[in-house]
């Protein structure tokens, strides 16, 4: 009878586009390369990655650097909004400001972001069926890496919220048959030189 396995889940922002985001710039893919070399002794069985360019782009960078890992793409690895909270479930006193920010969101991400959210729980996370251990990589955004993190540490839905990740940063999380989901790390840019990390956050967080 088969048995259940650890899955480790790989989230990796795309490197640093450019300002209209149709392409990478120089540094996102320099990014991108580092981050598949850092990769390179991981038994990564699949790539996932989102539609937009950005993300497709970063992703074939970090396989050239695998060999011949599977590559797919996923809607659901895409950049969207993966809950739209209430005020009454934000902190009083910061309530205000993400609910301006929220409102920004187009009535399409609204529409069609928490259902595609959902999706991303039941495809990226939890034990997987058989014997051996899966290694997965999804380079995706912001949003959907602080979705998974939040949920990885039973936060309420809103907290995807001010959970930042820099371009081309790493984190990890453990789905053990039986045991709670583990973050090994979060938001990991070792593989970086210094002039290449914190881009993707506003200059005065840059550290």
Same mark, same amino acid.
């Given at each position: 009878?088969?048995? *259940?396995?650890?899955?480790?889940?790989? /989230?990796?922002?795309?490197?640093?586009?450019?300002?209209?985001?149709?392409?990478?710039?120089?540094?996102?893919?320099?990014?991108?390369?580092?981050?598949?070399?850092?990769?390179?002794?991981?038994?990564?069985?699949?790539?996932?990655?989102?539609?937009?360019?950005? *993300?497709?782009?970063?992703?074939? /960078?970090?396989?050239?650097?695998?060999?011949?890992?599977?590559?797919?793409?996923?809607?659901?690895?895409?950049?969207?909004?993966?809950?739209?909270?209430?005020?009454?479930?934000? @902190?009083?006193?910061?309530?205000?400001?993400?609910?301006?920010?929220?409102?920004?969101?187009?009535?399409?991400?609204?529409?069609?972001?928490?259902?595609?959210?959902?999706?991303?729980?039941?495809?990226?996370?939890?034990?997987?069926?058989?014997?051996?251990?899966?290694?997965? $990589?999804?380079?995706?955004? !912001?949003?959907?890496?602080?979705? =998974?993190?939040?949920?990885? =540490?039973? *936060?309420?839905?809103?907290?995807?919220?001010?959970? !930042?990740?820099? !371009?081309?940063?790493?984190?990890?999380?453990?789905?053990?048959?039986?045991?709670? @989901?583990?973050?090994?790390?979060? !938001?990991?840019?070792?593989?970086?030189?210094?002039?290449?990390?914190?881009?993707?956050?506003?200059?005065? $967080?840059?550290?």
């Amino acid at each position: 009878m088969t048995g *259940a396995a650890t899955r480790y889940l790989y /989230l990796a922002r795309h490197g640093e586009a450019t300002e209209d985001e149709t392409s990478l710039t120089e540094r996102g893919r320099r990014q991108a390369v580092l981050l598949g070399e850092r990769l390179r002794s991981t038994p990564l069985s699949a790539v996932h990655h989102g539609p937009l360019p950005r *993300a497709q782009q970063t992703a074939q /960078l970090i396989r050239a650097q695998l060999g011949g890992t599977p590559l797919h793409q996923s809607e659901v690895a895409g950049d969207y909004v993966p809950y739209l909270p209430t005020k009454d479930e934000l @902190p009083p006193d910061s309530a205000d400001a993400m609910l301006a920010f929220l409102a920004q969101v187009s009535d399409e991400e609204r529409d069609r972001g928490p259902a595609l959210a959902r999706e991303a729980l039941e495809r990226f996370t939890g034990s997987v069926e058989g014997d051996c251990p899966r290694h997965e $990589l999804v380079v995706t955004h !912001n949003f959907l890496i602080g979705w =998974l993190v939040r949920a990885a =540490l039973d *936060a309420p839905e809103w907290r995807w919220m001010g959970l !930042n990740h820099g !371009n081309a940063a790493l984190s990890v999380i453990r789905y053990a048959p039986g045991r709670p @989901p583990s973050v090994l790390f979060y !938001n990991d840019m070792r593989h970086l030189p210094a002039e290449l990390r914190w881009t993707g956050f506003p200059p005065e $967080l840059h550290v």
